[in-house]
């Protein structure tokens, strides 16, 4: 079964430094990858996602991801943080062969302060 | 853009009502989904249907039943509410991609009370 592990609970970050939201994974087959982000009093909202090809991906908000095979990884990144950036962030995985659920991370709070 | 609404932003029920929390999109998604968002548990699957009249259990459908009998409508229905049953709950809809790398599209969220 496939299963997502968000390590840290919060992650605070200056404004103008760059931030990492971790994110690791276990899968059958190959992944999917998807990174959500949540607002405050909003739903979660599709930032980027990772199905095959560039292990770089880029998303919404200068927000990028890198897919990591070997260390099954799949880290949120953005190279200056900003206040509105703070909300909380989702890590989910889906394995790409036959019918699997999407599963969703336990979600990171980051805080950006000024 | 993609919406999906859901009918109540805030709702307080007593124990042992019945609770409704309604869901529409308005894209002609396929699949629609319902979750469960708790604090230190993340998003935990109660039910999906990926198509009208039809319904598959996630991981944790029970105390919930669901109802689709409209493309565009996803309902979920708490039979006899129970405190541990207070909770945020989100609906999201997507299409179907045959190669499952499928985007959910989210609604606000319905969080529900139970006293």
């Known amino acids: 079964a496939q299963s997502v592990a968000q390590p840290e609970d919060q992650v605070n970050v200056a404004e103008g430094n760059p931030l990492t939201v971790k994110c690791t994974y276990s899968v059958s087959g190959n992944p999917y990858l998807f990174w959500y982000v949540q607002y405050p009093n909003r739903g979660l909202q599709f930032l980027l996602k990772?199905?095959?090809?560039?292990?770089l991906v880029k998303g919404s908000y200068g927000f990028e991801a890198e897919f990591n095979k070997s260390q099954t990884s799949f880290h949120l990144k953005k190279p200056s943080a900003l206040v509105s950036d703070s909300a909380l962030y989702f890590c989910?995985?889906?394995?790409?062969?036959?019918?699997?659920?999407?599963?969703f991370g336990t979600g990171t709070r980051l805080l950006v302060s000024p | 853009d993609v919406k999906v609404t859901q009918s109540s932003r805030y709702l307080v029920k007593r124990t042992g009502e019945k609770v409704f929390l309604e869901c529409v999109q308005d894209?002609?998604?396929?699949?629609m989904f319902w979750y469960r968002q708790d604090p230190g548990l993340g998003l935990r699957l109660i039910y999906f249907s990926y198509d009208v009249k039809m319904k598959e259990k996630g991981d944790i459908p029970e105390g919930y039943s669901v109802s689709r009998e409209k493309k565009e409508r996803f309902s979920l229905i708490l039979e006899s509410a129970s405190t541990n049953q207070t909770s945020m709950y989100l609906c999201?809809?997507?299409?179907?991609?045959?190669?499952?790398?499928?985007?959910?599209?989210f609604g606000a969220g319905s969080r529900l009370t139970v006293l």
């Open positions: 999201a809809s997507s299409f179907v991609m045959v190669s499952g790398a499928n985007v959910l599209t």
């Open positions: 989910a995985v889906r394995g790409n062969t036959g019918f699997q659920k999407l599963v």
């Open positions: 990772y199905i095959t090809g560039d292990n």
């Open positions: 894209m002609d998604h396929e699949n």
